[in-house]
Structures are given as structure tokens and as C-alpha cells.
């Protein structure tokens, strides 16, 4: 039989962003899979007991707590396991969730994958409800400068104009590239390119041939959006110092 599909969920601290994207991947879930969720040194006390109660559900293949905040070694991680995943997997971040469909979204994106050998990088649409209005909020601004204000709110995010009526009933579309929280990906495109940032490896997969695209039929929720209601002392530096290592453990593979 072949093997489950890998769903790798990355988590860090915000407790309830991780119980919502948890529960709809547990309930929302249907075709054969496996999760593996990392934790990525969560410092908040609350993210242990939202762990141990998917846990408790059987929700979880694995469960692995990396040392520290470090994207090397989530990418160190991936790139170890490559072979032992089925020839595609999934990558989740825990600020996400997925909504619910028939068929699910794991076994729309396979299907999608399936039908397009050359498509190597498979993101979904977003639910543009959830963006907050910039003018609408700025009370809630405080000191932030205006552009450390505007990248809080993603007020010149490319997904605030998405629209899935751009696709014209067409499965695939291409707004721009898909976002990096919510991706199905070919396993062996990514044994040849490495691991990067999302912008950079849909760069690097369209150089060497093959396509990315968004699965117009597949939609999920960014809690992140909602940071300045819920988490308004979301610490966006340590966030862009993550980002900024880019993954440079994988450039050398």
C-alpha cells in the first residue's frame, strides 16, 4: 500500500491559534495521512496542554520538540526525512485553519499534484475576510512606525486582492506564489532545490522546470491576521531574525 501522506505542522507558542489549527486539521482530515507536529521551543506554558490534548485524541504520528527557535533546524529536520516521506507531504503552520470540505483539503491538493506531474509547489486560497482594515484599526497602532504598522496588518499583502473568481472555474491559479503556511509539496523537486523561504523556493522550482501554483478550491484562514486583536505583543523582530536565516542549512544540499 502506498505510504500516508506526511502532514508536518510547525508550531510556536500562541495557544490558541494552535488549538483552532489542530482541531480543524484532526476534523477536517480524511484522506491517509500521518502528523507530525513540531514544536519549536513554544515558551508559553499553555501550549503544552493544547499539545497533550490532541495528543490524548490520537491525533499524532510524532511529536518532536526542537531545542530552540531555529529554522535550520526545521529545515535540517525535512530535508533528513525526505526519504522516508511518501512522494509528497505537506507543511502546516499552526497559525492556519483549514476549512472543511468534501473531499477534504489533503485529498483535493493530492489529487491536484497527481494530475500534474510538473507541479512541485501547491498552495491554497485565502479567506480575505480575516484582513483587517489599516484606517479602521489605527487606534490600535500605539508606537508601531508606519511600516512595522503595516506589515503587522498586511495591509500591502498580494492575498488582500485574491480572488478565486480570477481562476474562472479553473482548479489552479496564479495571483502570485503561494503562501509558505499552508503547502503541499513534491517530495523529490524539493530533494533537488533544497529548502528556503517560500518566495525563494517557488523561484527556485520555476527555474528548474516545474510549476507552483494555488489550489483555487482549497481555502484557509491566517489567525495571524488577527495578532493585533489576540496577540498584540506578537514579537514581529524575533519573527524576521527566524525568517532572515532563510534556511541555510539546506542551500549546501
Not at 31 to 60: C, E, K, N, W, Y
Not at 69 to 96: G, H, I, K, M
Not at 120 to 129: N, P, T, V
Request: with cysteine.
Amino acid at each position: 500500500m502506498p505510504k500516508p501522506i506526511t502532514v508536518l505542522i510547525s508550531s510556536r507558542n500562541r495557544p490558541l491559534y494552535l488549538w483552532a489549527c489542530l482541531d480543524a486539521l484532526y476534523r477536517g482530515t480524511h484522506t491517509a495521512h500521518r502528523f507530525v507536529l513540531i514544536d519549536m521551543a513554544s515558551t508559553d506554558p499553555q501550549i503544552a496542554p493544547v499539545i497533550a490534548g490532541f495528543d490524548r485524541r490520537g491525533m499524532f504520528d510524532q511529536v518532536i520538540h526542537m531545542p530552540r527557535n531555529d529554522s535550520t533546524l526545521l529545515a535540517d529536520y525535512v530535508f533528513r526525512a525526505l526519504d522516508e516521506l511518501s512522494p509528497l507531504f505537506a507543511y502546516v503552520e499552526s497559525d492556519v485553519v483549514v476549512e472543511a470540505t468534501t473531499p477534504c483539503w489533503l485529498s483535493r491538493m493530492t489529487a491536484l499534484m497527481e494530475a500534474n506531474t510538473a507541479l512541485a509547489m501547491l498552495g491554497s486560497a485565502i479567506d480575505r475576510a480575516d484582513f483587517v482594515d489599516p484606517d479602521g484599526f489605527a487606534h490600535l497602532r500605539g508606537d508601531m512606525s508606519e511600516s512595522r504598522w503595516r506589515a503587522s496588518v498586511k495591509a500591502d499583502s498580494p492575498e488582500r486582492a485574491q480572488d478565486t473568481a480570477s481562476a474562472n472555474g479553473a482548479t489552479l491559479f496564479r495571483p502570485h506564489s503561494p503562501a509558505g503556511r499552508l503547502l503541499m509539496l513534491r517530495t523529490q523537486a524539493i530533494a533537488e532545490v533544497g529548502l528556503t523561504s517560500d518566495s525563494q523556493l517557488d523561484r527556485r522550482l520555476r527555474q528548474r522546470g516545474y510549476d507552483t501554483a494555488i489550489a483555487a478550491d482549497v481555502r484557509h484562514r491566517h489567525l495571524s491576521l488577527m495578532n493585533l486583536f489576540d496577540y498584540p505583543a506578537y514579537d514581529f523582530d524575533s519573527r524576521d531574525r527566524y525568517m532572515a536565516l532563510a534556511y541555510p542549512a539546506a542551500e549546501s544540499q
